[in-house]
């Protein structure tokens, strides 16, 4: 658009139904030093805090009104906004999330509110063990970067109305932003909607901040103490970024290993054959600049120690096997089953196509995806195996009990522990 807005739109005129996803560059990872959980209180408060003509209040009885849906977030990455409302209330409910986006108000019993609503989620993780464990693995991933820096109860407490304001300011800009419009409109009505809204958008950029990616480096074991029967282990690697060629074979790679289900290594190892874990399994993660791959599980206390060998182990075992060709077909064809499903309406594959635009990919990306994950041979996926499963820059993570902490430590040597730094 004109004033740098990047708009997708893709047509669906089955039902006279209206999608409008917005996504803009922002995120935690912006969050000042000492103020951490600005980015997603401004989101939150961006919701709830009215506009130059609406109360918070008033916002949510007129999309009550129309039966529309608003919702906004921000996590790591970028802020996300998603509007869903009629074709006959369109412009009711693009003038509300215009007014919102353009002109918030950040009423201060708002901002009040939210603080003391995060504050409250804060208190709240300790009494939940995994989300615990997978937020400190996260800060030790990240350690000594701006992702690694987690919102804490006093971080929050320090959090003003002005701090929102000055945040908004800084990233909500058109030429930051980037929309998509589904449904029952045109692509020419998209076009003339969003320019009669946000066309008068201010124009300048005030800052735009490139956050550097995660250097791989040494890893080691960390151990938090927390008094359960349980423990949750977390084995942690840096990996390809999304753009990089490596990613298909470690797609291939992560759902041998783990996300495949009761076929996987991991999960048939340790969880069928020998039963030693309540869930186990792998997931990997790829950003635009870097990606993240994690193996975990949840096992009693006495079989901690045999667990994170047995992840090791089967690490250990792509690196310097070979994969058969049933498992390196069966992995395929699963992937590129459940890619299919991922565009089952036209604000997925609109949503998907920008997000690859805001992540750097090719333009055919999604139309070579499932080409170039057929083409993956055995040896690429021990490759790629090799030169990212280092053992010695692996993260390890393990929540559990003193007992499960003397154990580690009598097998596996070194291990440092940490706090929940909450």
Same mark, same amino acid.
């Given at each position: 658009?004109?004033?740098?807005?990047?708009?997708?739109?893709?047509?669906?005129?089955?039902?006279?139904?209206?999608?409008?996803?917005?996504?803009?560059?922002?995120?935690?990872?912006?969050?000042?030093?000492?103020?951490?959980?600005?980015?997603?209180?401004?989101?939150?408060?961006?919701?709830?805090?009215?506009?130059?003509?609406?109360?918070?209040?008033?916002?949510?009885?007129?999309?009550?009104?129309?039966?529309?849906?608003?919702?906004?977030?921000?996590?790591?990455?970028?802020?996300?906004?998603?509007?869903?409302?009629?074709?006959?209330?369109?412009?009711?409910?693009?003038?509300?999330?215009?007014?919102?986006?353009?002109?918030?108000?950040?009423?201060?019993?708002?901002?009040?509110?939210?603080?003391?609503?995060?504050?409250?989620?804060?208190?709240?993780?300790?009494?939940?063990?995994?989300?615990?464990?997978?937020?400190?693995?996260?800060?030790?991933?990240?350690?000594?970067?701006?992702?690694?820096?987690?919102?804490?109860?006093?971080?929050?407490?320090?959090?003003?109305?002005?701090?929102?304001?000055?945040?908004?300011?800084?990233?909500?800009?058109?030429?930051?932003?980037?929309?998509?419009?589904?449904?029952? #409109?045109?692509? +020419?009505?998209?076009? *003339?909607? =969003?320019? /009669?809204?946000?066309?008068? $958008?201010? %124009?300048?950029?005030?800052?735009?901040?490139?956050?550097?990616?995660?250097?791989?480096?040494?890893?080691?074991?960390?151990?938090?103490?927390?008094?359960?029967?349980?423990?949750?282990?977390?084995?942690?690697?840096?990996?390809?970024?999304?753009?990089?060629?490596?990613?298909?074979?470690?797609?291939?790679?992560?759902?041998?290993?783990?996300?495949?289900?009761?076929?996987?290594?991991?999960?048939?190892?340790?969880?069928?054959?020998?039963?030693?874990?309540?869930?186990?399994?792998?997931?990997?993660?790829?950003?635009?600049?870097?990606?993240?791959?994690?193996?975990?599980?949840?096992?009693?206390?006495?079989?901690?120690?045999?667990?994170?060998?047995?992840?090791?182990? #089967?690490?250990? +075992?792509?690196?310097? *096997?070979? =994969?058969? /060709?049933?498992?390196?077909? $069966?992995? %395929?064809?699963?992937?590129?089953?459940?890619?299919?499903?991922?565009?089952?309406?036209?604000?997925?594959?609109?949503?998907?196509?920008?997000?690859?635009?805001?992540?750097?990919?090719?333009?055919?990306?999604?139309?070579?995806?499932?080409?170039?994950?057929?083409?993956?041979?055995?040896?690429?996926?021990?490759?790629?195996?090799?030169?990212?499963?280092?053992?010695?820059?692996?993260?390890?993570?393990?929540?559990?009990?003193?007992?499960?902490?003397?154990?580690?430590?009598?097998?596996?040597?070194?291990?440092?522990?940490?706090?929940?730094?909450?």
């Amino acid at each position: 658009m004109e004033n740098g807005i990047i708009l997708y739109s893709l047509e669906e005129h089955e039902i006279p139904l209206i999608n409008i996803s917005v996504v803009v560059k922002t995120g935690s990872v912006h969050d000042p030093i000492g103020k951490e959980g600005l980015a997603e209180l401004t989101g939150d408060v961006l919701r709830t805090g009215g506009t130059r003509f609406l109360s918070g209040n008033a916002v949510d009885e007129t999309l009550e009104f129309f039966a529309g849906t608003l919702s906004i977030s921000v996590n790591r990455d970028y802020a996300s906004v998603n509007l869903s409302i009629l074709k006959k209330d369109l412009d009711k409910g693009l003038n509300v999330l215009s007014e919102i986006l353009q002109h918030p108000a950040f009423e201060e019993e708002k901002c009040k509110l939210a603080n003391a609503l995060k504050i409250a989620e804060l208190r709240r993780i300790n009494d939940d063990p995994q989300k615990l464990a997978f937020r400190e693995f996260n800060r030790i991933m990240y350690q000594n970067t701006p992702r690694g820096r987690l919102p804490t109860i006093s971080s929050v407490e320090k959090i003003q109305r002005d701090d929102l304001v000055k945040f908004y300011k800084r990233f909500f800009s058109p030429k930051n932003t980037m929309m998509t419009v589904t449904g029952d #409109i045109t692509s +020419n009505e998209a076009i *003339s909607k =969003i320019n /009669q809204y946000f066309g008068i $958008w201010n %124009k300048t950029l005030n800052e735009t901040v490139v956050i550097p990616a995660p250097e791989r480096n040494k890893g080691r074991i960390f151990f938090l103490s927390k008094e359960m029967p349980q423990s949750i282990v977390i084995h942690g690697y840096f990996a390809p970024a999304k753009p990089d060629t490596d990613s298909y074979a470690f797609e291939i790679l992560d759902f041998i290993i783990g996300s495949g289900g009761f076929r996987s290594r991991i999960f048939h190892n340790i969880r069928s054959s020998l039963g030693i874990a309540y869930t186990a399994g792998s997931f990997y993660k790829a950003k635009s600049d870097h990606g993240i791959f994690v193996a975990y599980a949840i096992t009693g206390s006495e079989t901690t120690s045999t667990v994170l060998s047995l992840i090791q182990s #089967i690490i250990g +075992n792509v690196k310097n *096997s070979q =994969i058969s /060709q049933n498992e390196l077909d $069966w992995s %395929k064809n699963a992937i590129n089953n459940s890619f299919i499903f991922s565009f089952l309406s036209a604000d997925q594959i609109a949503q998907q196509q920008m997000m690859n635009e805001y992540n750097k990919l090719p333009e055919d990306y999604l139309l070579t995806f499932r080409e170039k994950i057929k083409k993956v041979h055995a040896d690429q996926v021990r490759s790629v195996a090799n030169r990212y499963l280092s053992f010695d820059e692996a993260n390890i993570l393990v929540v559990g009990n003193e007992k499960v902490y003397d154990s580690l430590k009598s097998k596996f040597g070194d291990i440092q522990k940490i706090g929940d730094r909450l």
